[in-house]
């Protein structure tokens, strides 16, 4: 061996004990080999329960439809507040914009509990204009099905945090490309698509893959501002695994490797898809 | 895109800090209110209840102390494993930059409730739960992606141009890593250890599972006011909470940060 790759030997074995361990671990309880309860047969029953039982499929979807609605949203309001930024060049408005990026998500979640519960103060604000007599009358945005306080928390976090990475990758651009469509009669749309779109297209789909994952798998926010009839995927793991016997673990072993399985296919299609659009093979 | 004169780009861009705003603001008011029954904009009656009944909880203090442990603790191995592995990382031709990012981020991609239960397993079999060190391990291993992530670009930056002429020059590894790579690498050093700290400081899952209950941090006595409904003493924990992270960070700038000399980068 290099003696250079000693360099990174730490980095590699720290992170393939804890992944390659763990996974290991997982699916060899998941396939039913648990001497602790007494399962020593190897099967495969768990994995058909957590794909077949419409309870876990419900919580899949609705953790999917949570994961896309929040990452969707966070690039596109990520993005437009990136232009925003670069067209002003304050120094103070940014540093505000950079502040919920280092804000735990359990800090975001109690301030938009404040915010927008039936007795936060946007209710108060709404009784005191006289649009409600009462906080009943407040739409139910925390703890709601639709998961309108967990999509909150997100992009309250995540919009900022796209636009302060995509802001940085702007600056880096070649503005000169712009220059040239534009005196080339290139429209504004064009601009965007054939030439800013590519440049940073890359880093787009790294941000979603980021996104998507956690918000996908996030275990405090949906905690803390879910709907109990409508749990997300981390939720029923929790659940399944904190059970105070142990025969249920199993099941939260499949659906441990079920959930990575997904995160790590949606990460690879993402990038395979990266690499066949525009801008997506070279490197700028 | 949508023109818009710079006036109108600026008042966008007030309205969305002030956005973000509100809900910081009425943390720190809901901390210090003793009374604030609906529908009233501001508190009845301020006061610092919240944080007597804070400092009287037994395992306040503790929580304090162990977080920053845990947090300085991550801080200093993360940049341990990163900084050399970043070095690597940034000169080696081997592997597509694209392959490296995926490898860097896989602790990011990978659900952490899936491996913090796994690793929860594997860590009661050797014993490491309910230890310092079993929780330390694993927020570096959240952590890690952040440091590599920053320390890589710095390295990228850096080359390799100052290194291979000091070497030769005769110049030996450790008066080039302390008079060339650590003063340039700095600013980098620094941005990356303050984020690691705060994620760390941030962890509740990994110290919720690895630490068994025996060891409490501060974001596992949060989530429980929080849930319950008890904005005053949630707001005044998190209010605690944001400032030991700013003073972590100021800690971590002063002593990585220090006096910068050589050129500006």
């Keep these: 061996m290099n003696r250079k790759t000693l360099f990174a030997l730490p980095f590699i074995l720290l992170n393939s004990v804890i992944i390659f361990a763990a996974l290991f671990k997982g699916l060899q309880i998941s396939l039913g080999y648990y001497p602790i309860v007494g399962l020593k047969d190897f099967s495969l029953n768990n994995y058909q329960q957590v794909l077949v039982e419409p309870f876990f499929q419900k919580s899949l979807l609705y953790s999917c439809y949570l994961a896309l609605t929040a990452t969707f949203l966070s690039l596109i309001g990520g993005v437009a507040l990136a232009f925003l930024l670069m067209k002003v060049p304050s120094c103070w408005l940014h540093k505000i914009i950079n502040l919920p990026i280092s804000l735990p998500h359990i800090i975001v979640a109690l301030m938009i509990m404040q915010l927008i519960s039936q007795s936060g103060i946007v209710s108060r604000i709404f009784f005191q204009v006289g649009w409600i007599n009462g906080m009943d009358q407040f739409p139910l945005l925390i703890h709601d099905s639709r998961g309108f306080g967990i999509l909150a928390v997100f992009l309250y976090k995540e919009i900022p945090f796209v636009a302060v990475t995509t802001l940085a990758i702007l600056q880096q651009l070649q503005l000169g490309y712009i220059e040239v469509a534009k005196h080339l009669g290139a429209s504004t749309i064009k601009i965007f698509f054939s030439i800013i779109l590519p440049m940073i297209q890359k880093t787009l789909f790294t941000l979603f893959i980021i996104l998507f994952c956690f918000t996908f798998a996030s275990f405090e926010v949906p905690y803390l501002l879910g709907n109990p009839r409508n749990q997300t995927i981390a939720i029923t793991t929790y659940e399944l695994f904190t059970q105070a016997d142990l025969t249920t673990r199993p099941l939260a072993f499949a659906l441990n490797l079920v959930i990575s399985g997904i995160c790590l296919t949606v990460s690879f299609l993402s990038l395979a898809i990266s690499r066949f659009l525009p801008g997506g093979r070279k490197i700028w | ?265």
């Design chain 2, 1 to 265: 895109m949508v023109k818009l004169s710079s006036k109108t780009s600026y008042y966008l861009l007030l309205l969305t800090a002030f956005v973000l705003l509100l809900p910081m603001l009425f943390l720190v008011l809901w901390s210090f209110s003793d009374r604030w029954m609906y529908p009233s904009l501001f508190p009845e009656k301020v006061a610092l209840k919240s944080l007597n009944q804070m400092r009287l909880d037994p395992s306040f203090f503790p929580a304090v102390l162990n977080s920053f442990f845990i947090a300085i603790a991550t801080t200093f191995i993360s940049l341990l494993i990163a900084m050399p592995a970043a070095k690597y990382f940034s000169l080696q031709k081997l592997l597509a930059p694209r392959w490296i990012e995926v490898m860097i981020y896989l602790p990011l991609i990978l659900p952490a409730i899936a491996i913090v239960t796994s690793t929860q397993t594997l860590f009661l079999q050797v014993h490491l739960t309910g230890t310092f060190f079993g929780i330390i391990l694993i927020h570096t291993y959240f952590c890690l992606p952040y440091a590599m992530q920053i320390l890589l670009e710095s390295y990228r930056q850096l080359g390799e141009g100052y290194q291979l002429t000091a070497e030769s020059l005769g110049a030996k590894p450790w008066t080039i890593f302390w008079s060339i790579t650590w003063p340039l690498m700095r600013p980098g050093l620094t941005t990356a250890a303050s984020l690691v700290f705060i994620v760390s400081f941030s962890q509740y899952l990994p110290t919720f599972f690895i630490g068994g209950g025996k060891i409490i941090t501060l974001p596992l006595l949060l989530l429980p006011y929080a849930n319950n409904g008890r904005f005053g003493l949630a707001s005044m924990y998190s209010v605690v909470f944001l400032l030991c992270t700013m003073l972590g960070v100021f800690i971590l700038k002063k002593a990585i940060g220090g006096v910068t000399y050589g050129t500006e980068r």
